[in-house]
């Protein structure tokens, strides 16, 4: 994870954002983005979801069983086990 947020950050000159839709709900978070920096397979799944759509949304939850081990916490493949610190600074 933190080699892909490195490439993530040489690609784009900055880490992964949240996404917000214009009314400013979350659309998804930085995982996403991360997702083609994580290798074929994670490319494959983020060129699949609907990035228009939030997380949740019934177009995409079908794919969160399909999120790379990487992400998932090593006693619970169910959990993410990352979360990413932002603000300003």
């Known amino acids: 994870v933190a080699r892909a947020l490195e490439r993530y950050h040489d690609d784009k000159g900055h880490y992964p954002p949240l996404v917000h ?3 400013g709900k979350d659309l998804y978070s930085w995982r996403v983005m991360l997702l083609p920096y994580l290798g074929p397979d994670a490319e494959a799944l983020h060129r699949k979801l609907a990035l228009d759509k939030p997380w949740h949304d019934p177009a995409n939850l079908g794919h969160l069983r399909k999120m790379p081990v990487a ?3 090593p006693d619970n493949p169910d959990v993410l086990a990352f979360a990413l610190l932002t603000g300003p600074g």
Request: aromatic share 0%; charged share 50%.
């Open 71 to 73: 992400l998932a916490h």
């Open 21 to 23: 839709r214009r009314d």
